[in-house]
């Protein structure tokens, strides 16, 4: 299973970068797709989700408003796109998939396949 993460780089504030994971060696239809972020010195935390199907999100609250997770299941590619970003979305972002019930969503010890994480740096 890969999981390949893209788009991030270094955004101005109030920038809106999209980032992509590409997943190959699974039936991407079949898992649940989550984004998770780490800035240095914290750990992992939940940013989205999104249900097999893409009929079901959930967001943080800290994104909630600002950014959208969206899946297309033939190009086996989930998305984030972040809007109104600000230095405190400074991390890197990692995509990642489960088949866990979507209860378990925020935990990243429920997601068994995990991408290399892309950096998102937004200078003030």
């Known amino acids: 299973v890969q999981l390949q993460a893209s788009g991030g780089g270094l955004v101005q504030t109030g920038g809106s970068p999209r980032l992509s994971c590409a997943a190959s060696?699974?039936?991407?239809?079949?898992?649940?797709m989550g984004w998770f972020r780490q800035a240095p010195g914290k750990e992992r935390e939940f940013v989205a989700y999104i249900s097999s199907n893409g009929g079901t999100k959930y967001y943080s609250d800290s994104v909630k408003g600002r950014f959208t997770i969206a899946r297309d299941n033939a190009k086996n590619t989930v998305y984030l796109q972040m809007n109104s970003l600000g230095p405190e979305d400074t991390a890197v972002y990692y995509c990642a998939a489960t088949r866990v019930v979507v209860s378990g969503m925020r935990i990243p010890s429920n997601y068994p396949y995990w991408g290399q994480g892309t950096q998102v740096t937004v200078s003030s």
């Open positions: 060696g699974l039936t991407f239809s079949g898992y649940r």
